[in-house]
Nanobody, 126 residues
Framework: QVQLVESGGGEVQAGGSLRLSCTVS????????MAWFRQPPGKERLAVAT????????LHGDSVRGRFTMSQGNAKNTVSLQMNSLKTEDTAIYYC???????????????????WGQGTQVTVSP
């Protein structure tokens, strides 16, 4: 059974930093890509960043570009999200997602992903 486990959430003051990690278990191959989504209170879940393992390439959404960096971890099928210059509007539950093979869907579409983590809370206080 494939599982994604996020870690690293917490509370920080505006301007601070946090680092999230996501690890896949129960899958022997290499994921095609992984992504981070976030869902602020009372709002929809939106894409934050994605990482393509074969091309070793990360893409970031407009709202986080220049502040957040998604990268590959040392272990297989592991990614992290370094979040700097955090703002109160970054407060959300952050979810890790993974897809096993190429699809025709753009990375920001949640339906692209086969597996999801349970989420980790990030709270940025003023």
């Amino acid at each position: 059974q494939v599982q994604l486990v996020e870690s690293g959430g917490g509370e920080v003051q505006a301007g601070g930093s946090l680092r999230l990690s996501c690890t896949v278990s129960g899958f022997t191959g290499t994921m095609y890509s992984m992504a981070w989504f976030r869902q602020p209170p009372g709002k929809e879940r939106l894409a934050v960043a994605t990482y393509y393992f074969e091309g070793r390439m990360a893409l970031h959404g407009d709202s986080v570009r220049g502040r957040f960096t998604m990268s590959q971890g040392n272990a297989k099928n592991t990614v992290s999200l370094q979040m700097n210059s955090l703002k109160t509007e970054d407060t959300a539950i952050y979810y890790c997602a993974a897809v096993t093979s190429h699809t025709g869907l753009t990375w920001t579409r949640s339906e692209k992903y086969d597996y999801w983590g349970q989420g980790t809370q990030v709270t940025v206080s003023p």
